[in-house]
């Protein structure tokens, strides 16, 4: 199977001019009637637990000031919990998993490295 590309800027978040990636909704923002779905993408890699945040990332809910993105950007992907454990800040983790049709992805803030 063709590895998934991750992207350093989705086409779904670039602005008019191809620029960075728009900046995250601000808090209280209505988004319950947005849907998003790339039907081109998801033919091409199909969903698991893997590559899942891949896609996620797609989409206008992706946080780019996540620590997902963070380890996305130092190479560290997929993300691992314990890498994501020892940072503060907001993260998606995978909530419930039904492959291959529901990832139930959860925001949620860290607010520092848990203590062993």
């Known amino acids: 199977m063709a590895t998934p590309p991750v992207a350093s800027v989705p086409p779904a978040n670039q602005g008019l001019e191809g620029g960075p990636p728009a900046p995250p909704a601000p808090p209280g923002t209505e988004m319950t009637g947005i849907c998003f779905r790339d039907q081109l993408w998801l033919s091409t890699y199909p969903l698991d637990r893997n590559i899942v945040f891949d896609y996620f990332a797609l989409s206008p809910f992706y946080d780019w000031t996540c620590n997902n993105e963070q380890l996305r950007m130092r190479?560290?992907?997929?993300?691992?919990?314990?890498?994501?454990s020892k940072m503060a800040g907001i993260?998606?983790?995978?909530?419930?998993?039904?492959?291959?049709?529901?990832?139930?992805?959860?925001?949620?803030?860290r607010d520092g490295p848990e203590k062993k």
Do not use: C, G, N, T
Not at 75 to 84: E, G, N, R, V
Not at 93 to 108: N, S, T
């Open 75 to 84: 190479s560290i992907h997929p993300p691992d919990l314990s890498h994501l």
């Open 91 to 109: 993260e998606y983790m995978l909530y419930e998993v039904m492959e291959p049709h529901l990832f139930v992805i959860r925001k949620q803030k």
